[in-house]
């Protein structure tokens, strides 16, 4: 059972970054793919990004494509979310997730695990 762990939300004004940092508790962690997704009230979850388990492959959603970035550090079994110039529409609870297979996915169904979400507001 993989257990992920999300921290770096906040509040922010539109423009500003966070990082986002999820933890995860397998030490095989190397062999997941990973993901970011997040649902804002009222609306289903959505895909906001991907990264492979080992080779530099990542997929962005197009709403974050240029301003958001994922990344992974599998020494600390731990993958990041860098979000620049953020936008009041990027509110929303963010949620890692994990599936142990090396292909990634943007699809919410194919991930096994998931965090218990942290919140980004962007304020106007």
């Known amino acids: 059972q993989v257990q992920l762990v999300e921290s770096g939300g906040g509040l922010v004004q539109a423009g500003a970054s966070l990082r986002l940092s999820c933890a995860a508790s397998?030490?095989?962690?190397?062999?997941?793919?990973m993901a970011w997704f997040r649902q804002a009230p009222g609306k289903e979850r959505e895909f906001v990004a991907a990264?492979?388990?080992?080779?530099?492959?990542?997929y962005y959603a197009d709403s974050v494509k240029g301003r958001f970035t994922i990344s992974r550090d599998n020494a600390k079994n731990t993958v990041y979310l860098q979000m620049n110039s953020l936008k009041p529409e990027d509110t929303a609870v963010y949620y890692c997730?994990?599936?142990?297979?090396?292909?990634?996915?943007?699809?919410?169904?194919?991930?096994?695990?998931w965090g218990q979400g942290t919140q980004v507001t962007v304020s106007s």
């Open positions: 990264h492979s388990w080992s080779v530099s492959s990542t």
């Open positions: 997730a994990a599936r142990a297979t090396i292909t990634l996915s943007i699809t919410r169904t194919d991930y096994n695990y």
């Open positions: 397998e030490r095989t962690f190397g062999r997941y793919a």
